[in-house]
């Protein structure tokens, strides 16, 4: 890992790891301590202080013999900024500057949900999913890498030629799913070895990570997307108002955009 990161060594694995640990990446494994140090190229005594933060954290057991497993994760953190909005405001724009964009798509297959893509699915575990990652680029280079889950029901028109043509919400809606709202929620994190290399960054760097997922007007989820974002390339704009009495005024969203560049 390089020298040059904001972050201790440990600290920046730690990060790394915690986030796949939440996307159920390393539901059926953890990695041991020489796939992870050989990974991102540190030393066996920072591996060991990454999974020591992890192990405090309830995200994760260590037992001789036995190795690392990943425990079931506490409940939603308050952290993240969420909010719930009408397609007529967020999405619309989203599709829109992706109509400026050109997208590569990078892994497209049917896979089996796992136990936090199943939850925000509301569906079965290990029910079938189309799992999409695309890289989305204007003339300055890539934007964004987008991973997407859809569950096979609504993907019969997701093919990989077509998400190459075409933005996903718009792919949905013409096959006839009725888009009624979605929940996105907004954060930060550090860019991983793969990311990294899609995006043309160096490892550690730090990134916009959206989380939406979209309803159809039935309140189904149709989609789950996880986008990471250059935050040099990509801006997301939010005018606000003040409503309500003068004893409880509060802001709340009026308009949303999101730019890229």
Known sequence: MQQTLPLPKYHSVYLV??????????????????????????SRATVRKALENLTQEGLIERS????????????QAGQQAS??????????????ASLDTTV????????????????MLQIEPRAQVLRAVRVR???????????????REFAGNLGRRQLGRKAMLVLIEESGVEIGRARQSISARQADATVAGLLGMPLGSALLSVSRVVYDVNDRPVLWLQGLYCPDRYEYEMELSRVGDIDAKVWVSKDFNAYMR
């Not at 001789?64 to 409940?75: E, I």
């Open 17 to 42: 790891l915690k986030e796949r640990l939440r996307d159920g990446l390393y539901d059926q494994r953890v990695p041991g301590e020489l796939e992870l140090m050989e990974e991102f190229g540190v």
């Open 64 to 75: 001789a013999g036995r190795g690392t497993r990943r425990l079931q994760p506490p409940g």
């Open 83 to 96: 909010s719930t909005h009408r397609m007529a405001g967020l999405l619309d724009n989203i599709i829109a």
């Open 104 to 119: 590569k798509v990078i892994e497209h297959e049917y896979v089996s949900a796992t136990e936090p893509v199943a939850q």
């Open 137 to 151: 680029s204007t003339k300055a280079g890539p934007v964004s890498c987008i991973t997407t889950w859809v569950p």
